[in-house]
C-alpha cells in the first residue's frame, strides 16, 4: 500500500473532483486521522456523515478523530448516534466498535436492539463458512461465493467480504474509475482502484 501522504493526496484530489462523492471523503478522513490530522479529519467524515447518514464507519472514525482533538463531547455525541445507526442495519463491527469506544471514555452506552442478528443485504444462497463475519460489516452471512476476480486480494475479498457490501462496491467502483480517468491497464491506475477498494471494504491488513 502506498505511504500516508501520497495517499493524502490522492484523496483530496478524489474529493475535490467530486465534492458529493462520500469515498473520496471517507477516504481521506481515514488516511488524515491515521496521520494524525484531528481537525482536518474531521472535517472529511462529517461531509461524508452528511451525504450518507447510514455509513456507520464514518461515525466511528469521526468519533476518533473527535477524541484525538480533545474534543471528547463531541465525540461521545456523533459516536452514540452511529451506535443507533450501526444497531438498525446490523452493521456488527462498527457498533460495538463504537460501544468500545464509549465505555473507555466513561460515558453512557445506548440501548441496542433485542435482536441483534444481522440482516441479510442481498440475493444468493446465503451461505458462509463457519466462522466468517464480513470486514465491512461483521454480517456472519451471505459471503461471496468466489473470487471476484484473480490474485491474492481477490481471495482476500471472497474470504472476508459479503455479497451485500460487494454490490455496493461495484457502482462505487466505476465512479473511482471516471472521476480519476483511471485505465486499470496499467499498474498505476489498478493500484489506485485496489486502494479505494480496499479503503471502501475495510479490508487493510487483510
Not at 9 to 32: I, Y
Not at 49 to 76: H, N, R, W
Not at 80 to 101: C, E, F, Y
Not at 182 to 193: D, I, N, W
Request: aromatic share 6%.
Amino acid at each position: 500500500m502506498m505511504s500516508v501522504d501520497p495517499r493524502i493526496q490522492q484523496f483530496k484530489q478524489m474529493a475535490e473532483a467530486d465534492p458529493n462523492n462520500e469515498l473520496g471523503h471517507f477516504s481521506l478522513g481515514k488516511a488524515l486521522l491515521e496521520a494524525g490530522q484531528f481537525a482536518e479529519a474531521m472535517v472529511s467524515l462529517d461531509r461524508v456523515i452528511q451525504l450518507k447518514p447510514t455509513m456507520s464507519k464514518a461515525y466511528q472514525l469521526f468519533g476518533e478523530a473527535a477524541a484525538g482533538a480533545e474534543q471528547k463531547d463531541k465525540a461521545v455525541e456523533v459516536v452514540t448516534k452511529g451506535v443507533a445507526v450501526a444497531d438498525k442495519q446490523g452493521d456488527v463491527m462498527p457498533r460495538d466498535s463504537m460501544i468500545k469506544l464509549l465505555r473507555d471514555w466513561g460515558a453512557a452506552v445506548p440501548e441496542i436492539a433485542q435482536d441483534t442478528a444481522p440482516k441479510a443485504v442481498s440475493s444468493g444462497n446465503g451461505s458462509s463458512k463457519e466462522g466468517f463475519s464480513c470486514a465491512r460489516c461483521g454480517r456472519p452471512d451471505q459471503q461471496l461465493e468466489k473470487p471476484p476476480f484473480k490474485g491474492a486480494l481477490g481471495v482476500t475479498l471472497a474470504d472476508n467480504i459479503c455479497q451485500g457490501c460487494w454490490q455496493e462496491w461495484i457502482p462505487m467502483g466505476t465512479k473511482v474509475i471516471n472521476e480519476l480517468g483511471l485505465s486499470l491497464s496499467s499498474p498505476t491506475g489498478q493500484e489506485a482502484y485496489d486502494q479505494y477498494m480496499v479503503e471502501f471494504l475495510q479490508i487493510d491488513g487483510k
